[in-house]
């Protein structure tokens, strides 16, 4: 059996003013089950969907004997939670249907007379997600302090693990983690984690990351939650991982209190995979080459029909090039918009294999081994994915930025200088804040797989070209600026010598009169015909200087 873990990255923009704003408004709406607070360094969880959770595992306890077929006396729950007030819990078991979103066990018990008793075990998906939420919580956060610079990990952005969804994979519920990372520069990166229990690791004629749910469940989407309105939630009958962002668009656009910009063309994807066979005698080394032309399915999004048709050497190429680290128990590979990571068994097989060491014996009599294993390795992978996705991440937020920055230049006309200082001043941001040298805390692997991860996913090709769109841009603006003030010269030269002539006609005037009447041929007619003289000898000058400054402006335009 093949755990599987999809990562899906999509991405929204939204004007950097409102990033205040937008944080603000995500906290009051408590739309979120946690969030990590810099400023008190201390993780914040969401009361009210706590008690939420608590008011419905009490609604559950009360129902699940009857739904499960196992009361054959009377039944009654003692609520030791003085918050926890019967008549609501009575109101809200007649108002909304129990359905089947919870983990359930009961066992039949003999006391020392005789009599038979069951014990009722249930457990609510939500809290599944919740307990997911506050252990990816914490693996990030553990990853920003051991490698991150703690200036760049505190003034980057906000982190929140968002309200999840329920939905049916292979008719069992899947635990998702939604994760929103709210950037100052205008990006919000919403990264959905769902894990696939019964998942079928193998190409098809559909592509691997479009996943079909069988059902699915949301929460209404509301500017603030109260407690009761947890309760409220909308239900589709089928959906796919491309539907899940229209309908969480609609939800952070609610609870952050603007518009996003949707930008779906750019999801990325991670896909996380681990040999829970535990009792297999394959190595990882031949599990690798087994699944190799699978892998590389899942890299490039292809479909079986394609993907049959490409020869082994090639499948071998391809593989190595998209390769970032490869070791006895790991392979990451990237590709522009997909990457793989895989992990041996053999390590977490040890490793759970010790924890459960003293307990092992009894965990086997009540046949609780097996699944306790399983869940620890599940929990194992979780956290384990973040050594290389959390680098991941930090590519695609440059990522996108720079596509960010690409969008707005091709969307708008810069004329003025002003006007692209505002530009250049996003470029310095790129180039700067998500500089390595700045992000990491030292030299190393992680900074080492970071660089290569910039090259895999394309992130170092957009940013040069966005360089070069820049270059181009300051370019032009500097022309047109030399064109205006060469334009505004011509202009002024033009309109001085027209002022010049028009002063200069007394001058001409003056001329004729004490020197041309002098001229021993046309003197005398000049003498009786002064005014005529003086404009025509004007009129001629002007002709002259309109021919000489229309030959000047054309002279320039060329």
Not at 173 to 188: D, S, T
Request: hydrophobic fraction near 40%.
């Amino acid at each position: 059996m093949i755990h599987t873990i999809l990562n899906k990255y999509d991405v929204y923009t939204f004007n950097p003013k409102n990033y205040s704003k937008i944080v603000k408004n995500l906290i009051d709406s408590r739309g979120y089950l946690c969030y990590i607070d810099h400023e008190l360094d201390e993780g914040k969880l969401n009361p009210r969907y706590e008690r939420y959770l608590e008011q419905k595992e009490v609604v559950y306890l009360k129902q699940v004997p009857d739904y499960a077929g196992t009361r054959t006396v009377p039944f009654s729950i003692v609520i030791s939670d003085a918050k926890i007030k019967e008549k609501e819990i009575d109101k809200l078991s007649q108002k909304y249907v129990m359905m089947d979103d919870f983990y359930y066990k009961h066992s039949k018990e003999i006391d020392e007379n005789g009599f038979g008793f069951f014990t009722h075990q249930l457990k609510l998906v939500e809290e599944a997600c919740f307990e997911k939420a506050i252990q990816v919580e914490n693996a990030l956060e553990k990853m920003n302090r051991d490698f991150l610079n703690e200036t760049f990990a505190l003034s980057a952005g906000k982190r929140f693990i968002l309200l999840p969804f329920l939905a049916k994979f292979k008719g069992n519920y899947v635990e998702p983690v939604m994760i929103a990372n709210i950037y100052e520069v205008g990006i919000i990166t919403l990264q959905m984690i769902i894990p696939l229990n019964e998942y079928d690791f193998s190409l098809s004629n559909t592509p691997p990351n479009n996943i079909e749910f069988d059902s699915l469940i949301l929460y209404e989407a509301k500017k603030n939650y109260s407690t009761k309105d947890y309760w409220d939630k909308k239900e589709y009958e089928t959906a796919s991982t491309y539907d899940l962002y229209e309908k969480y668009t609609l939800y952070l656009n609610t609870i952050c209190g603007v518009t996003l910009k949707k930008n779906k063309n750019l999801a990325q994807y991670a896909w996380v995979m681990c040999d829970f066979d535990f009792k297999s005698k394959t190595s990882y080394e031949q599990f690798l080459k087994k699944h190799q032309p699978t892998i590389l399915g899942y890299l490039i999004n292809s479909v079986k029909e394609r993907n049959d048709r490409l020869f082994e050497s090639d499948i071998e190429k391809l593989i190595n090039k998209f390769t970032v680290e490869k070791n006895k128990e790991s392979l990451f590979l990237c590709s522009k918009q997909f990457a793989f990571l895989s992990f041996g068994n053999s390590i977490i097989k040890d490793k759970i294999a010790a924890v459960l060491k003293e307990d092992e014996k009894k965990l086997k009599e009540d046949k609780n081994y097996d699944n306790l294993f399983r869940k620890n390795a599940e929990d194992m992978i979780l956290s384990n994915m973040f050594q290389y996705l959390k680098f991941y991440e930090l590519t695609l937020i440059k990522k996108f930025f720079a596509i960010k920055i690409l969008v707005e230049l091709s969307e708008s006309t810069y004329v003025k200088l002003e006007e692209f200082n505002e530009v250049k001043k996003d470029i310095n941001t790129l180039l700067l804040k998500y500089d390595d040298l700045l992000i990491f805390q030292s030299e190393g692997s992680p900074k080492e797989m970071y660089n290569d991860l910039l090259i895999k996913t394309g992130t170092e090709e957009i940013v040069s070209k966005v360089q070069r769109t820049v270059s181009n841009i300051r370019e032009d603006i500097n022309q047109t600026r030399e064109f205006h003030i060469k334009d505004r010269d011509l202009s002024t030269t033009i309109l001085a010598s027209f002022i010049t002539l028009l002063f200069g006609f007394a001058g001409l005037k003056s001329f004729i009169e004490n020197a041309v009447i002098h001229f021993v041929v046309i003197g005398s007619w000049v003498d009786k015909h002064k005014f005529t003289s003086t404009f025509s000898l004007w009129s001629i000058l002007f002709v002259v200087l309109l021919l000489l400054n229309i030959r000047k402006v054309i002279s320039y335009k060329k």
